[in-house]
T-cell receptor, first 112, second 113 residues
């Protein structure tokens, strides 16, 4: 089956660092994506990992371990505007469509 | 346009009515996806179009749902005889190919009374 797990909610303080974990069990794997979604808005692309290791992009970094079925999104120097839902998604390799399989999302609240 | 656009942004309908949702993908993107986001749920794949290939309809929840893509660009998602459980945000995404990043539109918020 296809299963992607991430925590439902997290709270962090402005200026701090937060790590959002994602574990997956899918029948195929062709890359892992992180999206940010503010309430009432479209998901926006943050990062993509297909090989093991860390991808850094400004304040955001994403890590992947394919052998462990594990990824995390690291947010540094948190700002109030980072309060949003963070969606972990695996690209399905079995169907040859590139469709994404999403977790339920992690709602992050950044407090002053 | 610069991004994926969808219309209408909001739709309220009565149970049993048909609705049509529209998606304009990013110009030049050959792949188009429809997803559904229900309250408290993750995004759920509905249907995929790629160029002139037959669409992948494996995610459509029932035969009341259908979609088409005309001229390899604009797509419409039709829900016939709407039910209250169809209430959700319907998101469209496009990409330059099936191995490329998907970019999402703002969604259509559908409420079935």
């Amino acid at each position: 089956g296809q299963n992607i797990d991430q925590p439902t909610e997290m709270t962090a303080t402005e200026g701090a660092i937060v790590q959002i974990n994602c574990t997956y069990q899918t029948s195929g794997f062709n890359g892992l994506f992180w999206y940010q979604q503010h309430a009432g808005e479209a998901p926006t692309f943050l990062s993509y990992n297909v090989l093991d290791g860390l991808e850094e992009k400004g304040r955001f970094s994403s890590f992947l371990s394919r052998s462990k079925g594990y990824s995390y999104l690291l947010l540094k120097e948190l700002q109030m505007k980072d309060s949003a839902s963070y969606l972990c998604a695996v690209r399905d390799a079995a169907s040859n469509t590139g469709k994404l399989i999403f977790g339920q999302g992690t709602t992050l609240q950044v407090k002053p | 346009g610069a991004g994926v656009s969808q219309s209408p942004s909001n739709k309220v309908t009565e149970k049993g009515k048909d609705v049509e949702l529209r998606c304009d993908p990013i110009s030049g993107h050959t792949a188009l996806y429809w997803y559904r986001q229900s309250l408290g749920q993750g995004l759920e794949f509905l249907i995929y179009f790629q160029g002139n290939s037959a669409p992948d309809k494996s995610g459509l929840p029932s035969d009341r749902f259908s979609a088409e893509r005309t001229g390899g660009s604009v797509s419409t998602l039709t829900i016939q005889r709407t039910q209250q459980e169809d209430s959700a945000v319907y998101l469209c995404a496009s990409s330059a190919g099936l191995a490329e990043t998907q970019y999402f539109g703002p969604g259509t918020r559908l409420l079935v009374l």
